[in-house]
Nanobody, 119 residues
Framework: QLVESGGGSVQAGDSLTLSCSGS????????MAWIRQAPGKKREEVAH???????TYADSVKGRFTISKDKDKKTMYLQMTDLEPEDTAMYYC???????????????WGQGTQVTVSS
């Protein structure tokens, strides 16, 4: 089970940190990803972190977002800085045994947390 938290409504330029709590198995053994979907748009993988800790980011968030995980707390994070209105979306935590290039390929999903950025 994956449970996201930390979403909210902020102003452009603000920062926000999302959390995803999961099982020890997910956090330690699986590829964990943050995936977002804005109304009327396709899902977009924002970032993922491999079991060994390697990270990958979408070009649109490089330099602004940081993905990390804490195995002891069984939690994955997404630190978001310098938020833009274009970052407005529902953010989902996802996990699978490998990292996928397609955001739709992940098998395990949380319920999502809404991030709204106003200008």
């Amino acid at each position: 089970q994956l449970v996201e938290s930390g979403g909210g409504s902020v102003q452009a330029g603000d920062s926000l940190t999302l959390s995803c709590s999961g099982s020890e198995y997910f956090i330690s053994m699986y590829c964990m990803a943050w995936i977002r979907q804005a109304p009327g748009k396709k899902r977009e993988e924002v970032a993922h972190i491999a079991p060994e800790g390697d990270t990958t980011y979408a070009d649109s968030v490089k330099g602004r977002f940081t993905i990390s995980k804490d195995k002891d707390k069984k939690t994955m994070y997404l630190q978001m800085t310098d938020l833009e209105p274009e970052d407005t979306a529902m953010y989902y935590c996802a996990a699978d045994f490998r990292c996928w290039s397609s955001p739709d390929a992940y098998d395990n999903w949380g319920q999502g947390t809404q991030v709204t950025v106003s200008s």
